[in-house]
């Protein structure tokens, strides 16, 4: 935190000091439109702004091999307490959120007719899925400032992600899911003890219930788009992309950046975090060029994919009735749709929306191609990344990454559906064996 600035407002641009504000800027409400009805939800998100002369004269590339194997390796660039996350995280789960690894997958690329291809396997977290990345630094922060009860609410993975690392270091915490989240993730919750309410209606609903309640009772509040310290944890993939590319021929700089990252969207915080990550590392001057972020949204659940392509900015976006098989990435009204935006169009990417027969078809696609079973959300990266090629938005000698944000186990009823063969069963005869294999 001894390198943060303050907190800059994503719309109008207004600073705070780092104890000024909580949550998000004043000026554009934080109300939600819960008991009030008004129309600001989550309105005013804020980016934390960092002196990055400091940082750099202390810290540099050639420190970082000396670092821990998780995301507190890039501590200066985070926005807590560092005595507070190292003790919170040595010898705990805590200590294993990040350093995830980065998979080259040739024989991907040469399904696409690409030459550089790699996968970063976040389905690898400790309640897997990259939502551990922002839910690690909410536990800091609610142990910084003593919070009693942390809340967030979820389409499931960032509860899982709270309620497991909660668990490691002994908070409590209460977590608001739609009722129908799948099942294994509700199990994770039930399992590490969080207090559950699954809320009778949509993730936009709980997601109301939730600040609401965080309000009424005062508890921490980790809700997407609305703590800003989230998108600092989603950062750090993209620090750990850069860390971990090899070292490619025509970049000057320290570290390597891909020139194009595939990344699936709901809310648009990972989005919004990598494009953080890539900004700080390129103001540090560690990486030379800003590479092309896309987005890849559920056909049923495009509201971002709309609103790029009818030039709107976040705060004229309406909500819509969002499905897809890919639940994690269902959000009807995005939250962070500003940083979504702004990451896409700042760095001539593409918003992309894929259906879920291609959603359910990747998930084999990724598992056999390069051995990452994948949840339809994560797996709706690497169908983007095909109808990218498709387009022509990719070119044969890119540097492309895809994020594979969640486990295949987090829904495996999705994934019996993506499998047309069904196993053979077989008299326990080496015979019948024969016969099956034919
Ligand atoms: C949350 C999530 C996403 C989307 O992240 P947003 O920040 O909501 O855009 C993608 N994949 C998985 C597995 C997730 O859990
Ligand atoms: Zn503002």
Request: hydrophobic content about 45%.
């Amino acid at each position: 935190m001894e390198y943060v600035l303050g907190l800059k407002c994503a719309i109008c641009g207004a600073e705070y000091g780092i104890d000024e504000v909580d949550y998000v800027c004043p000026k554009h409400g934080d109300g939600g439109r819960g008991a009030s009805g008004r129309r600001a939800t989550s309105e005013g998100i804020l980016d934390v702004v960092y002196d990055y002369d400091r940082i750099g004269a202390g810290f540099t590339p050639g420190r970082l091999s000396g670092q821990p194997a998780n995301i507190w390796r890039y501590m200066p660039l985070l926005p807590v307490d560092p005595d507070v996350a190292r003790r919170l995280s040595e010898g705990t789960v805590l200590g294993s959120v990040g350093w995830t690894p980065l998979y080259p997958a040739p024989r991907l690329a040469a399904q696409l007719g690409l030459t550089h291809l790699w996968v970063k396997d976040d389905s690898r977290q400790p309640t897997a899925s990259f939502k551990d990345r922002a839910s690690a630094v909410a536990v800091v922060k609610a142990r910084e400032r003593g919070a009693e009860v942390v809340t967030t609410a979820s389409t499931g993975n960032a509860a899982a992600a709270l309620s497991g690392l909660c668990a490691a270091v002994g908070q409590r915490n209460v977590i608001f899911v739609p009722r129908t989240a799948p099942e294994a993730k509700v199990a994770q919750l039930l399992a590490y003890g969080s207090t559950v309410l699954l809320v009778d209606g949509t993730y936009d609903q709980a997601f109301e219930l939730c600040l609401e309640a965080a309000q009424a009772f005062g508890w921490y509040n980790r809700n997407t788009a609305y703590n800003p310290a989230m998108s600092e944890g989603k950062k750090t993939a993209a620090y750990e992309v850069c860390e971990q590319l090899p070292i490619g021929a025509r970049h000057a700089a320290p570290l390597t950046a891909p020139d194009v990252i595939f990344v699936p969207v709901g809310d648009g915080c990972i989005i919004g975090g990598i494009h953080k990550g890539l900004r700080d590392l390129l103001a540090l001057g560690w990486i030379d060029a800003m590479p092309r972020i896309v987005g890849v949204q559920a056909a049923g659940s495009s509201p971002l994919v709309d609103a790029w392509e009818r030039g709107l900015q976040g705060w004229e976006m309406e909500p819509v009735e969002a499905h897809s098989v890919a639940d994690s990435i269902v959000a009807g009204l995005p939250r962070d749709r500003i940083k979504a935006l702004r990451a896409v169009r700042e760095t001539g990417g593409a918003f992309i929306r894929v259906g879920d027969e291609e959603i359910l078809a990747a998930i084999p696609a990724l598992a056999q191609g390069c051995g990452v079973f994948a949840e339809p959300a994560a797996a709706a990266a690497y169908a983007g990344l095909i109808e990218a090629v498709a387009r022509g938005l990719v070119s044969a000698d890119d540097r492309v990454v895809v994020l594979a944000t969640g486990s295949g186990l987090k829904d495996v009823a999705s994934a019996m559906k993506a499998v047309e063969k069904q196993p053979a069963v077989v008299e326990p005869t080496l015979e019948a064996v024969r016969q099956a294999l034919g």
